[in-house]
């Protein structure tokens, strides 16, 4: 069963506009989520993260919204550059050990 | 460079051969884990270790696969009888105990013939 799920396998986005990518998850017990950036060839790279106790988590361009009740997170990327086009996993961590990765979203950014 | 380190980056190899892999952490983090990714798919965790001790194995972890961290420091993940299925991207993350954020090597790419 997919626990994490990342139902938009790809995005292309103007330069300068936002980028939104979605997740969804289906167990309540999660505790923590997270975004990484994963470009061909190279391991993921954390990029930014939230608590559930929290509904939003800010740095700089990037930005991540909860909805509990929705078992919903999105990642808001402003503005979106070149430099953003690359593979986006969500994952999601039960408490301080593994974590649970959606499928991807790719996201291309073009000028 | 301080980041995780893996090595080697590259492996083919033939069916029913075996093959290990290493992972180096980041030094001052206890915590190592090793995911598996198919193309196509997110990372798939296979097992964790706090210092020596391993506290989790999924059941993805077949009786061919060992993994061990006998000083707490760098790790090895062995396939053994490699089968065409275990072609992938074996990647190792490590953590300091009690943060949630998970640091990603550059994985190791298994290819089996």
């Known amino acids: 069963d997919q626990q994490v799920k990342q139902n938009s396998p790809s995005l292309s986005v103007q330069e300068g506009r936002i980028s939104i990518l979605n997740c969804d998850y289906t167990n309540s017990m999660f505790d923590y989520f997270l975004w990484y950036k994963k470009y061909p060839a190279e391991g993921p790279t954390f990029l930014i993260s939230i608590s559930s106790i929290k509904d939003k988590n800010e740095d700089g361009r990037f930005t991540v919204f909860l909805n509990k009740s929705a078992k919903h997170l999105s990642l808001h990327i402003v503005p979106s550059q070149p430099g953003d086009s690359a593979v986006y996993f969500c994952a999601a961590q039960p408490t301080t050990d593994k974590l649970i990765f959606g499928t991807g979203t790719r996201l291309q950014v073009f000028p | 460079d301080t980041g995780v380190s893996q090595d080697p980056r590259h492996k083919i190899t033939k069916r029913g051969q075996n093959v290990t892999f290493r992972c180096d952490p980041i030094s001052e983090h206890n915590r190592l884990y090793w995911y598996r990714q198919t193309l196509g798919q997110g990372p798939e965790f296979l097992t964790y270790?706090?210092?020596?001790?391993?506290?989790?194995k999924s059941r993805l972890l077949s009786d061919r696969f060992s993994a061990e961290r006998p000083k707490g420091s760098f790790s090895t993940l062995e396939i053994q009888r490699t089968e065409q299925g275990d072609s992938a991207m074996y990647l190792c993350?490590?953590?300091?105990?009690?943060?949630?954020?998970?640091?990603f090597g550059p994985g190791t790419r298994l290819t089996v013939l």
């Open positions: 270790f706090q210092n020596e001790a391993q506290l989790e």
């Open positions: 993350a490590s953590s300091f105990g009690g943060v949630n954020e998970q640091f």
